[in-house]
Nanobody, 125 residues
Framework: VQLQASGGGLVQAGGSLRLSCAAS????????MGWFRQAPGKEREFVVG????????SYADFVKGRFTISRDNAKNTVYLQMNSLKPEDTAVYYC???????????????????WGQGTLVTVSS
């Protein structure tokens, strides 16, 4: 599986961005995928994922009500719509995938075999 993340950029606080993660490979519709982020000097943290059945996992508390994950199986793409962005959302955002991951593992970065290259989101105050 190859993942290509895009859509990052510079936005003012309160603005919006939509990140995309295009995936290659078969059976995309049942491929569990996650979004993570990593701010400078901090560990990579889980944002949200889509489980094998296509439903979202729980959102991280720091993005609840602001971010929405979705999937377009026809385009083999997962999206992360980010609204009401805050300066503390500044980070490199990564998409990840793993065919064998279980629901309870989806928040753990080390459980994913495939990663996109990351896309930088910078939110100015």
């Amino acid at each position: 599986v190859q993942l290509q993340a895009s859509g990052g950029g510079l936005v003012q606080a309160g603005g919006s961005l939509r990140l995309s993660c295009a995936a290659s490979g078969r059976t995309f519709s049942r491929l569990p995928m996650g979004w993570f982020r990593q701010a400078p000097g901090k560990e990579r943290e889980f944002v949200v994922g889509l489980n094998r059945g296509g439903g979202p996992t729980s959102y991280a508390d720091f993005v609840k009500g602001r971010f929405t994950i979705s999937r377009d199986n026809a385009k083999n793409t997962v999206y992360l719509q980010m609204n009401s962005l805050k300066p503390e959302d500044t980070a490199v955002y990564y998409c990840a995938a793993d065919y064998g991951i279980t629901a309870s593992q989806m928040g753990i970065a080390s459980q994913y075999d495939y990663w996109g290259q990351g896309t930088l989101v910078t939110v100015s105050s």
